[in-house]
C-alpha cells in the first residue's frame, strides 16, 4: 500500500458517497478516524470488513491487553 499513490480528492469524495449509499445508517472510517483514535489511546480492530471499538473491552479480553494492542488499527479478520 505505501508504493499506492494516494487517490485524488474527488475520487476519494465518490467512494466515500458510493460506501454512504451501499451501507445507510452506518459511520464510515476513514484512515484519518485511525489516527484520531490511536491519538486518543483508543483501540479500534477491523475484523470481516467492520470497525470495533475495543477500548473499553481491554480489562475483559481473555487474550490480554497486548493481543489488541498488537492488533490496533489494522485488519484483524484472521486472527478471528
Known amino acids: ?20 449509499k451501499r ?3 452506518q459511520k464510515i472510517v476513514n484512515d484519518q478516524d485511525f489516527v484520531e483514535a490511536k491519538k486518543a489511546n483508543q ?4 475484523i470481516h470488513g467492520k470497525v ?10 481473555p487474550g490480554g491487553e497486548e ?3 498488537d492488533a490496533n488499527g489494522r485488519d484483524a479478520s484472521q486472527d478471528f
Open 1 to 20: 500500500r505505501k508504493n499506492q499513490a494516494p487517490a485524488s480528492p474527488k475520487l476519494q469524495e465518490q467512494n466515500f458517497l458510493e460506501l454512504q
Open 23 to 25: 451501507y445507510p445508517g
Open 43 to 46: 483501540i479500534w480492530i477491523v
Open 52 to 61: 470495533y471499538d475495543m477500548t473499553t473491552f481491554i480489562p475483559e479480553h
Open 67 to 69: 493481543v489488541l494492542r
